[in-house]
């Protein structure tokens, strides 16, 4: 990450807290150093950004608070658009109208000689080719369920066939070309495990918090998926 990016998204998670963040859990959530968390606040601090606190109690930002508006280049606009064709034809209903949403946003704060970029783009992405399997599938709920930490337990049938019923600890939803992904941690396998929604005959969406925190089931993952590339 960019120390740009680290910057901004520590004055984000600053403004999303409830109460003071120490700089370790900065660190964690960025997954960078305690030193570099110190020295990123120091600079905002110097910039005038309204955070109070000290290393070992913990940072909070002043309400009121606000990022100056942020001036996009011409290749950032059609990189957002990209980004939304994409959501529109792939991702579940909200997220479609959310990336809708987003470009009328952009669209509305540009200035004009970007507009076209939006209006007229000149880039695309395919349309689906195939009908999706799951329409069935509350995919939105998954993504509710994964944010939140919340268990599921679900009936789900292999490539084979086979049925089985098993409780699993959601954290990411994956959005595929043609499938959409569920994964998550499998207390029947004791392990990572990823399930294709279209594949999904039943869920049972628990009120049940899993003891694992989302963050470190999904970096234990990505490590494990990292592995396996390697090899």
């Known amino acids: 990450m960019r120390r740009a990016d680290r910057l901004f998204e520590i004055v984000q998670l600053l403004r999303r807290a409830r109460g003071p963040l120490t700089g370790e859990a900065i660190a964690a959530e960025l997954e ?4 570099s968390v110190y020295r990123d606040i120091a600079a905002l601090i110097a910039q005038r950004v309204p955070i109070r606190g000290e290393a070992g109690i913990g940072y909070v930002l002043e309400r009121g608070f606000d990022m100056p508006p942020l001036m996009l280049t011409s290749d950032e606009v059609e990189a957002v658009v ?3 064709q994409w959501v529109l034809v792939h991702a579940d209903d909200g ?3 959310a990336a ?3 470009l009328a ?4 704060v540009i200035p004009p000689h970007l507009r076209t970029a939006i209006e007229d783009p000149a880039v695309i992405t395919p349309p689906a080719w195939h009908e999706r399997g799951d329409a069935g599938v509350d ?3 998954l993504r ?3 944010l939140q930490g919340r268990k599921l337990t679900i009936r789900y049938s292999d490539a084979d066939g086979r049925e089985s019923e098993r409780t699993v ?3 990411l939803v994956g959005y595929l070309d043609s499938v959409r992904m569920l994964i998550a941690w499998c207390e029947l396998r004791g392990d990572f495990r990823m399930f294709r929604t279209d594949r999904l005959i039943a869920i049972d969406f628990l009120e049940t918090r899993y003891p694992e925190h989302r963050a470190t089931l999904r970096r234990r993952w990505l490590a494990m998926m990292a592995a396996r590339r390697e090899r």
């Open 95 to 97: 997220l479609a109208r």
């Open 144 to 146: 509710a369920w994964s």
């Open 32 to 35: 960078t150093s305690r030193r």
């Open 100 to 102: 809708a949403d987003v």
């Open 105 to 108: 946003k952009i669209a509305a």
């Open 169 to 171: 600890w959601p954290f």
């Open 139 to 141: 995919v939105a709920r």
């Open 82 to 84: 990209l980004g939304a």
